[in-house]
């Protein structure tokens, strides 16, 4: 068991413990804080503690491989904001092409899928569509966020872009301002906890991949692994979405642009 450490007054993290998280969190992770953004890194260690020998105790931590001490380190560094309905354009697509394909049971994999809106949407969207037989893998590596999405309960802040009609139809209030996914959507969804950074090969090949608004988090390097683990468990013919203000400037040679933030796999 790991004892998060005590916010108490103190000096700020030094240079010498930043790096060595820096690394560390690069090393197996893969997400890369430049030295413009170590300050960024430094912020968010202090929301752990602002005690420097608290940290160093909690990087012992990690690296002797205590697990809840790798989930605080996780939960601390990789929660990004999202809401319900993010990108939408790129569900639309979505339903578009598996009805144009006639695709009977689509497997469709969202590889950064943080709290849940996003296979969420996705989930609603098809249902919307008419389209009942579908199965998506929701994946990351933060263990905290995917039990957000297990338990399906959220602030009415992130449903600030979706429609009173799907308010309505998929969710239920409780407790004053959350709102809770119908059981029925939840069973559209496999919950897994993967690292994007590590080889990832599953045992069936996807219709499409969504990956987005998280190659931020990786230098030239990262993307190119990420890139390659999702190009090699899609299907030819599938279609990867990245987040629309990211870019892939190194194609691997599987892949053509699509459209905005689209891509198809070829060979």
Known sequence: MFNAPENRESETVSKELLFKFRDLIYRNYGIHYSRLKLYLLSSKLEKISIREEN????????????????????????????????????FEILAQDITKRKLTMP????????????????????????LHYFTIVCSDVNAHVLSVMHRGIYPSGKLSNTSQKLIGKYFRKINGDSWKIRNELRQYLKIKRLNLHEDIRFTEKFDYIFCRNVMIYFDDTGRRKVVDNLVQNLKIGGLLFVGHTEALLDLPPQLNKKGHSLFVRTV
């Open 107 to 130: 497997l469709i994999w969202c590889a950064a899928s943080s709290t849940g809106e996003e296979p969420y949407s996705i989930a609603m969207t098809l249902l919307e569509k008419g």
């Open 55 to 90: 940290l160093q105790d909690f990087y012992f931590q990690i690296v002797s491989g205590n697990p809840c001490a790798i989930d605080l380190l996780l939960k601390t560094v990789t929660v990004g904001h999202t809401f319900f309905f993010r990108e939408e354009s790129h």
